[in-house]
């Protein structure tokens, strides 16, 4: 038998981190509970964070919002100031799974699995997303690009938990882009993604840019050769495929079963193309 | 749709509807049971090996474990399969699968079951592994069954008709390529699985998801020196089966399971991975293609070889193979064919029935070379499949006169009609920036029944029980494709009742009647045409009982209603719970058997078939796929589908559209989606992760359209429609990326990354290779 | 372990190991088979229930998460020996074959109904995105879950 623990708030959670060695934290299940049906992990014990309120809810803070880890992605994609603040992650979390598996599923398990194909990894990433990690007595703060340390992997110590992550809202951009390639339309792991935000100028200039792609690295690809390619020009086609270039030499990505690295190399520059559909008209 | 009497050609719902809607429907994977035990397959995790020895004493320890038997613990042959008896129940001195069962593991708990398993220590000498088609052909190949007087080819045959080699020289126009298509997964819902245990009298009861509950008696006694008499077999409905449970799955290990388990019941319930592992699976195929016409269209010759990887046993490969053959040259008269097949054993999973039946195999590869060759002949690919569409009367690529119902040609007039053909250039038109928009058509067809050399017969029963209400004794799996509802709506007509009140038993050995598999789109038909008979003779029976009890001297002025007879002349009546009472068992109950027609003028060719060959009626379908491709990701969007399909009348207009759907759905995932990898031997795609079945925003509205060609030997002059809807999608939609893209795609799945190669190809021709 | 939860409307309690998935505990525990298993890993949704009024995936969630919630299967979804409007509507649209996605496809479309009053069907197709189905390819399905949104998720008058 494998105890599962379910503290009612963060003070019921530090004491159960305290008693058991190493329970392992977990929310909605969806990616822990198919590895331990694998056997691909096997933890002592397992301690579930989704009654504690701390934990969860999105609210306005100063420079940006706050989102609870343990908030599932359904309650995000109906929460209004996501959808207002937001539209670029939004976008992503209708990709994501399926109805039950956003049910259940929350932005603190997409980061802390921390798969190279987690789908609010692109987006968190283009908007400069901040975690925060809380034990008893400490919290910490980091980006999101340092918090994650290769495919499967974070900065997580074992007495710590992901309490929120902070994003600035992405208003200043004008284009909240985001494409996820899966093999069918729902319930698809990510081939490879591409999230973007841009500010394109009424006459049509790309003022500002940030691109990060999935499933084509590690972690989060971002590419600043890429971002370069586009600012000061419009959203021509030539401009587009030069940023493409410069994508593919920046992917890193590896053959599995879903599909090959040449193809996921050619459709990560390829996803770039797509912005031309925001071209003022 | 309240209850009432049922009305042929009338659309019915389903008879268990309700319990299926209520989640109240009991399927096998619903059966526990008190002092329930779980028992579990050790397997092979490699595909080729001898067994050097199995150990299981650590695993017999573990508390709560009650047996863990070896080969050398099965009583009979220790052989299963359906034609070839070819495979252990439990393997002794090699397996030739990952999935080969190797120990059998009887523990009171399923945590304790996947303990003991992990604990049996297996020692095998690993051998050289066949991988494919070439590997099994190879001089000098390792032997998948060293003592098969083939080597591992276990079946090669011909259908020859004319002199196509010779024709193909004299063809003006002609036209070839090379076909690969994938094993395909049945991915039912509900997995392989059941409920056994040993009366006291010794007859072994399993209560099992099959179709086929009463061949699996005679596996089960085969192979493990049962008494045939002392064997029951209950099939509840199937969540699905769609040729993966036509053979023993679980029945020889449950059965063998039950006779350790001194009394207790035992369940066996596969999990997906072990669905995928151990299951069956459609054959994976190699098509080599040359088809010749003349100037005019008019087909003249074909030559194809045809390779099929039937894996590790036969199960019904050589059966799969040769329908596939019979089929090979599409739905056309060309006088001049050369077929030849061949069977290949293989270290792969084990290959068997899958709806379409080798013949989604062959409908790619013959329905891209009618659009190769409507291009080479500058011809409309609806003008070239109408004029050598197959009539009644005509002889087809096997050689074999088709005097039943045949409407392709029907069917793609039909076709032809339809906006969403005849608008298809200006919708191509309006595909927006990265998007190109292609147009293809299927013309397919598929057989009906077991063909020659094996009787496709049905035992119907029909009771009206002492309370007065109608029973029927189904004697064949409803896996889903309602023939219980067909059922109910023929002995509802026939004898006046309510829907509703009709009670149904699904096949159980002890109480319903042989009458072969749920399989080859027949049991409507044969099932059907044996009930009809049935069901007049009780109708006699009633009235004739209400004639003596009302004294009224003919039948004919007594009219038979829901829950009565009637004496209209002088309004007497009685209730049929009164009949019934002064009715012995022997009167309320009829039985009829009907044996299904087969091919007279047998043609002298496919002389290695023993059987499964020739057929004499099919069914015909048209399809039209439109679709959307992305330049950017290689993508296909489905967007537009469009059946016409013939298969005589139809009995239940809902049922045959729900067949249709169904079909064109799987057909879709076949044809874009779905492979079961393989790399030396090992499943790559061992679950749904990695086997992708397409969803709900995968599959397009479909339209339906019904061609109706009256059948006159059939029950209301219905044929099976199950199958043909499969075979149209692979190949309408290859033909609509050719149409939309100018890509030719040999290979399926058509993959998105598929697609964007082929298109990089076709931009850059010439250009190094890729990955 | 005891765990306290309302299923199907009444409150009950179970002790049992807190670890066991919750389908193991309603199919075997409660006896509600209709809460079908047909992966184990999420991605058919045969084993949906609906908790606290939301379709979840009862072969990821865990005995003890079942504490304090309200849980409905597809046994509780109707009133007692009848039908839910969409059930019904499933019914007559043909929407049933094999069954076994039945109840999951049944309890996804009662919660869309329940946040939409007239989904159009590209709405419900994706409200069922998270159920595999292998019999009907899927359009039965949005039909009864728009004849059932149609009806105002009443039943139909004639009877």
Known sequence: MRPVFLPGNLEELWRVLEREPAPRPYCGGTDLLVHLRSGKTDPAALVCLERI???????????????GAATTHAR??????????????????????????????????????????????????????????????????????????????????????LACVRVKPDGAYNVHHFEKIGIRRAMACSIASLAALLRVSPSGEVEAVRLAWGSVGPTVVASGEAEQALLGKRLSRDALEEAAARARKAVSPIDDARASAAYRREVSGNLLLRLMEYRPL | ??????????????????????????????????????????????????????????????????????????????????????????????????????????????????????????????????????????????????????????????????EAEQALEACPVVVEGTFEVPPQAHAFLETENGVAWQEEDGTVVLVVSTQAPFRDKWEVSHALGLPWDRIRVVGPVLGGGFGGKDGATVQCLLALAALHAGGRRVKMWWDREESFLAGYKRHGARLHYRLGAREDGTLHALRCRLFYDTGAYAHLGGEVMALGMEHAGGPYRIPHTLIEGWCVYTNHPVAGAMRGFGVAQVSFAAERMMDLLAEKLGMDPLELRKKNALRQGDRNCAGVTLTASTGILECLERIGTHPLW??????????????????????????????????????????????????????????????????????????????????????????????????????????????????????????????????????????????????????????????????????????????MPVVREVPGTGKEFRIGFPHLFFAHAAHLARIEVDELTGTIEVKDWLAATEAGRVLNPQGFEQQVQGAVAQGIGYGTLEEVKLREGRILTPDFAAYILPGSLDVPEIISLVE???????????????????????????????????????????TAEGVLEALRRKRTPGAGETS | MIIGFTLNGKKTTVD?????????????????????????????????????????????????????????????????????????????CGAVQCGFCTPGMVLAGSALLKRKVSPGRAEIREAISGHLCRCTGYQKIVDAVETAAARGGKKEKTE
């Not at chain 3, 597809?74 to 009848?82: K, N, Q, R, S, V």
């Open chain 1, 53 to 67: 309120p701390e934990l969860s809810g999105v609210r306005e803070e100063e420079g940006g919002l706050w989102i």
């Open chain 1, 76 to 161: 995000l994609l109906d929460d209004p100031l996501v959808r207002a603040r937001l539209p670029l992650l939004a976008r992503a979390l209708s990709t994501l799974g399926s109805p039950p598996v956003r049910n259940m599923g929350t932005i603190g398990g997409n980061v802390c699995t921390a798969s190279p194909a987690g789908d609010t990894l692109p987006p968190l990433y283009a908007l400069d997303g901040e975690v925060e990690l809380r034990s008893r007595d400490s919290s910490r703060r980091m980006p999101l690009r340092r918090f994650i340390t290769g495919p499967g992997e974070t900065a997580l110590r074992p007495d710590e938990i």
């Open chain 2, 1 to 162: 749709m309240k209850s009432s009497v049922p009305e042929i050609g009338r659309s019915l719902r389903r008879a268990d509807g309700p319990s299926k809607v209520t989640g109240r429907e009991k399927y096998a994977a619903d059966h526990y049971g008190e002092g329930l035990l779980w028992a579990g397959v050790r397997r092979a995790g490699i595909p080729h090996g001898r067994i050097l020895s199995v150990d299981t004493a650590e695993a017999a320890d573990l508390p709560g474990v009650v047996a863990v038997l070896t080969g050398g613990d099965v009583p009979g042959t220790n052989r299963q399969g359906i034609v070839h008896k070819d495979q252990p129940v439990l393997c002794r001195e090699k397996v030739r699968h990952c999935g080969d069962a190797v120990a059998l593991v009887l523990a009171g708990d399923r945590e304790t079951l996947a303990k003991a398993l992990s604990l049996v220590r297996v020692r095998m000498e690993p051998l050289p592994g066949v991988f494919g088609i070439d590997d099994a052909l190879a001089p000098g190949a390792p032997l998948v069954h060293e003592e098969w007087s083939g080597g591992n080819v276990l079946l090669r045959a011909t259908i020859r008709n004319g």
């Open chain 2, 422 to 595: 005849v608008d298809r250039e200006k919708w191509k038109s309006q595909a927006g920036p990265f998007k190109k928009r292609g147009v293809g058509l299927a013309a397919v067809w598929n057989a009906m029944g077991y063909g020659r050399g094996l009787p496709d017969s049905a035992l119907a029963k029909i009771e009206l029980t002492p309370e007065g209400r109608l029973r029927l004794y189904s004697g064949v799996s409803d896996m889903g494709q309602g023939n219980a509802t067909a059922f109910v709506q023929i002995a509802g007509h026939l004898l006046s009742q309510e829907d509703e009140t009709i009670e149904l038993i699904q096949p159980d050995t002890a109480r319903t009647l042989p009458s072969g598999s749920s399989a080859a789109g027949r049991t409507t038909y044969t099932y059907g045409n044996a009930l009809i008979p049935a069901c007049e003779e009780l109708r006699r029976r009633i009235v004739g009982r209400a004639a003596l009890m009302l004294l009224v001297d003919t039948l004919d002025d007594l009219e038979l209603l829901p829950g009565r007879v009637r004496h209209p002349a002088s309004g007497r009546e009685v209730p049929l719970s009164v009949l019934a009472a002064t009715m012995t068992e022997h009167e309320r109950v009829c039985i009829s058997q009907f044996l």
């Open chain 2, 708 to 750: 109706e060609v009256e059948e006159p030997t059939g029950p209301y002059g219905m044929k099976g429609v199950g199958e043909v809807g499969a075979n149209g999608p692979l190949p309408a939609i290859a033909n609509a990326l050719a149409d939309g893209c100018g890509i030719s795609m040999t290979r399926a799945p058509l």
């Open chain 3, 16 to 92: 049992t190991r807190p670890d066991r998935r919750v389908v193991d505990v309603l199919r075997e525990d409660f006896g509600l088979t209709g809460v079908k298993e047909g992966c184990g890993t999420g991605e058919c949704g045969a084993c949906t229930v609906l908790v606290d009024g939301e379709p979840r995936l009862g072969c990821l969630m865990l005995a003890v998460q079942m504490e304090g919630r309200d849980l409905v299967t597809i046994e509780g979804l109707a009133p007692e020996g009848g039908l839910h409007p969409l059930q019904e509507a499933f019914l007559e």
